[in-house]
């Protein structure tokens, strides 16, 4: 009943910018807030960056001053500007929506993932 499309990631080297854009669609009656996680080989996976529908962000300490979240005028696209990135940035970047839906509770919906690799 609702799907979440990122896309957006790629290979870049250390120090560079990538530009993570995730689209909500389906029977969307209106959406919370919304965000992005992050799943390294081995590893949890871990908040980025969340922002609510009212523009109130939170960013995990590891991202500060080098990622910004920000939503789209019609406020079911959410993107992720991910500048000065670093090796330890590498990981499977996931967007998460709170969605109430037509006919259904509200719940939190995931996209495919989308792989970020930072190397030289």
């Known amino acids: 009943q609702v799907q979440l499309v990122e896309s957006g990631g790629g290979l870049v080297q250390p120090g560079g910018s990538l530009r993570l854009s995730c689209a909500a669609s389906?029977?969307?009656?209106?959406?919370?807030?919304m965000g992005w996680y992050r799943q390294a080989p081995g590893k949890q996976r871990e908040l980025v960056a969340t922002?609510?529908?009212?523009?109130?962000?939170n960013y995990a300490d590891s991202v500060k001053g080098r990622f910004t979240i920000s939503r789209g005028n019609a406020k079911n696209t959410v993107y992720l500007q991910m500048n000065s990135l670093k090796p330890d940035d590498t990981a499977v970047y996931y967007c998460?929506?709170?969605?109430?839906?037509?006919?259904?509770?509200?719940?939190?919906?995931w996209g495919q993932g989308t792989q970020v690799t930072v190397s030289s």
């Open positions: 998460n929506a709170n969605v109430q839906a037509y006919g259904f509770r509200r719940s939190d919906y």
């Open positions: 389906g029977s969307i009656f209106s959406i919370n807030a």
């Open positions: 922002i609510t529908s009212g523009g109130g962000t």
